[in-house]
């Protein structure tokens, strides 16, 4: 069974900092999954990566298969990015059920 | 295309009663996965399904809860005699194949209360 670690549980940011959140998890995997959980409840799946590292406009996620690690990074935050970040893993090939870390409640503050 | 829809998208029903909730996946998914999500802690897998079969149903407690995908309409998940403890937000997603291959989509989820 894979345990899904994220740090930190809670952060507070002020406008313009780059931000940094992690994810570590404990079995090797088939893809990896950052999901965006917005105040009101809903959920956006961010980023899907296997490896490398992938970009959308402020957003770049990074994965690195061998330290079973991956980052999520957004540069020149702003307050609409405050929301809950949450690391999804699919264990192994054929997998198709996610395993969720608890999230990263992030608030950015102008 | 429309995203996910879920609804009704708060529920409230009182212990013993049934809830019903509804997922139609976007057009052209006929992967369908349902999560619950417990007050304070992280979302779990419930059940996977294709048109018309169950694929997984590991993470469903073993009573009161069942899913089915029929060949025409939403995906319909089940609680029957509901208790308090099933109070969470429960989160229906879609995708076109498989979801270890392909981006899984979510709906806004359903929060069911119980009285």
Redesign the interface.
Known sequence: KNEVEQSPQNLTAQEGEFITINCSYSVGI??L?W?QQHPG?????LF?LSSGKKKHGRLIATINIQEKHSSLHITASHPRDSAVY?C?V?SG???????????TKLSVIP | NAGVMQNPRHLVRRRGQEARLRCSPMKGHSHVYWYRQLPEEGLKFMVYLQKENIIDESGMPKERFSAEFPKEGPSILRIQQVVRGDSAAYFCASSPRPGDTDTQYFGPGTRLTVL
């Open positions: 088939s893809a999954h999901l409840g809903g959920i956006v799946s899907m949450i999804a699919n090939a054929g997998s198709y059920q996610l395993t969720f870390g608890k999230g």
